[in-house]
Structures are given as structure tokens and as C-alpha cells.
């Protein structure tokens, strides 16, 4: 999938050390809910392994990359419990800290959008956004996506209970 400036692509091998300092980072560990590092191993057996068939396995990542300059990773957009049946899908984006404000995340969820819409033919995509990551609200918000509900306390994190708020883009 092709924008203006990114394009979106499956992970690669030659991904695996950007992809590890990612998975690494305990910023992105708040978002992503994860408790524990990955291992270089366990990311190659990821990519070699990967699977972009959403029927089978549920899920999709693919890598933001430069549509000028492949090789240039900008983050990763994941597509998660995927249901055919209801026709909904959950998103998750990552942008690499080096290329925040830049318009990449929009980007990136428009063309994810488009693809959920046009060519899976989803009812809806959703996202879950912890209550204080305002920008992130403000992303999804500006890309049609509407809070639709909150899990109170939803996330233990620095000795505090965080809610979570649910977000919904339902296809008109």
C-alpha cells in the first residue's frame, strides 16, 4: 500500500534490529501492554515465520517505510483480532521517536483504513488508547474514530490505575 510519502510493506529480515530496539523500548511496553523484552531470536523467527494471511492468523503487521527510500523504517501499524464474521478488526500504531509530527501515523491509518474498508470490507476497526496518551486520542479522533467507551482502571502502570478508552471507526 502506497501514500503520498509512506508506503506500507511486509516485515523484512534486514527490519529485525530497528523492530528490536521497538519491541525493546519500555515507552512503547505502556502502549502495547507488553512486560517483558524480546529477543533477537525471537524476532527472526517472527519475520521468518511471518504470515500476512489475516484468515489464518488474526492479525497483520506491516512496516512504515519511506515510499522514496524503502529501507528508511518509520514504525509499524498492526492489525489485530480480526474477525471475519462481525467484520471488525483492532489497530495499533507505532512510529519510531525519530519520526513523530511529521504525518506519518495519519498517513499510515488512512491507508489502513482504506484497506479495511475497501478491500476487506469491514463493518469497523477500533483501537484502545490509554486515557492519558492525548496524542494518540487526537490521532484517531482526527481520522474519523469516535470514543465510544472507557474501561475504568483498566491499567496498572507506575503504582497507578490508568482507564482505557475504546475507540471505534464505524464504516458509514
Known amino acids: 500500500m502506497t501514500g503520498n510519502t ?14 528490536y530496539a521497538w519491541e525493546n523500548n519500555p515507552e512503547v511496553w505502556q502502549v502495547s501492554h507488553s512486560i517483558v523484552p524480546l529477543s533477537q531470536f525471537a524476532l527472526e523467527q517472527y519475520v521468518l515465520n511471518y504470515s500476512d494471511d489475516l484468515f489464518t ?29 462481525h467484520r471488525r478488526v483492532g489497530v495499533g500504531l507505532l512510529i519510531a521517536p525519530a519520526h513523530r509530527h511529521k504525518g506519518y501515523a495519519s498517513e499510515a491509518l488512512k491507508l489502513m483504513l482504506d484497506y479495511c474498508f475497501e478491500t476487506l470490507n469491514l463493518h469497523q476497526v477500533y ?45 458509514k
Not at 516485515?11 to 530497528?18: H, K, L, Q, S, V
Request: proline fraction near 3%; aromatic fraction near 12%; charge should be negative.
Open 127 to 171: 483501537c484502545n488508547i490509554s486515557a492519558g496518551n492525548a496524542l494518540s486520542i487526537h490521532l484517531f479522533e482526527a481520522n474519523g474514530f469516535e470514543h465510544t467507551g472507557t474501561k475504568k482502571q483498566w491499567i496498572y502502570r507506575e503504582k497507578q490505575w490508568i482507564d482505557e478508552l475504546f475507540f471505534q471507526h464505524i464504516r
Open 57 to 85: 492468523t488474526r492479525q497483520m503487521r506491516l512496516i512504515i517505510v519511506l515510499k522514496e527510500d524503502r529501507e528508511q523504517l518509520l514504525g509499524a501499524i498492526d492489525l489485530f483480532d480480526y474477525n471475519p464474521v
Open 6 to 19: 509512506i508506503h506500507l510493506r511486509s516485515p523484512e529480515f534486514g527490519d529485525i534490529p530497528e523492530m
